[in-house]
């Protein structure tokens, strides 16, 4: 038992290092998930987040995609998508997906895959202000749509008008 508390103490150390090193602090966060008015809202969190873009995207999508904390609001993306990576290169964000259902072809809708994919846009583009363009890719290549419904041939922008009026910059 001593043991195994030393060894905690030992870690928590490390990590306050890491922490540290990288210029980790807590910081707030704004996901956009659907609303019952189907239009976008944030709900806001605060993450441990390094100091450096690159390595607080990660940390922001993976929180996105544990889903709203308000388990009333439904998931947008299938509840078996994983983050393979993410990449800020120029003003662009680049997400890699996958996952089952997105491998195998997402049966969905046209308005469930343009708030699954504008919310992440909308996730983006609003905690990281150098990031202007978000493209989605699929097991780590280019793909035209996940559903058929939204084009996702290029990088996208925000869109406000799937935004709550409420929450427009």
């Known amino acids: 038992m001593l043991l195994a508390g030393a060894c905690k103490k030992k870690e928590?150390?490390?990590?306050?290092?890491?922490?540290?090193?990288?210029?980790v602090a807590m910081r707030q966060v704004r996901l956009f998930y659907e609303?019952?008015?189907?239009?976008?809202?944030?709900?806001?969190?605060n993450l441990p987040l390094p100091e450096a873009p690159a390595g607080a995207l990660s940390i922001v999508i993976r929180e996105y995609f544990k889903g709203p904390a308000n388990q009333a609001v439904?998931?947008?993306?299938?509840a078996d998508t994983v983050v393979r990576g993410t990449y800020l290169v120029g003003d662009t964000a680049?997400?890699?997906?996958?996952?089952?259902?997105?491998?195998?072809?997402?049966?969905?809708?046209?308005?469930?895959?343009?708030?699954?994919?504008?919310?992440v846009v909308q996730t983006v583009t609003a905690n990281f202000a150098d990031a202007k363009r978000v493209r989605?890719?699929?097991?780590?290549?280019?793909?035209?749509?996940?559903?058929g419904h939204v084009s996702l041939a290029?990088?996208?922008?925000p869109r406000a008008d799937v935004v709550d009026p409420r929450?427009?910059?």
């Not at 997105?102 to 699954?116: C, I, R, V, Y």
């Not at 290029?154 to 922008?157: P, Q, V």
């Open 154 to 157: 290029r990088a996208l922008g």
């Open 167 to 169: 929450f427009r910059r």
């Open 136 to 147: 989605i890719l699929v097991n780590g290549t280019p793909t035209e749509t996940l559903a």
């Open 74 to 78: 439904p998931r947008l993306f299938p």
């Open 12 to 23: 928590d150390a490390s990590q306050q290092a890491i922490n540290a090193a990288n210029r």
């Open 94 to 119: 680049i997400l890699d997906l996958g996952g089952t259902t997105l491998t195998a072809g997402w049966g969905t809708g046209s308005h469930q895959e343009a708030m699954a994919v504008y919310s």
């Open 35 to 45: 609303s019952p008015d189907m239009l976008l809202v944030p709900e806001t969190r």
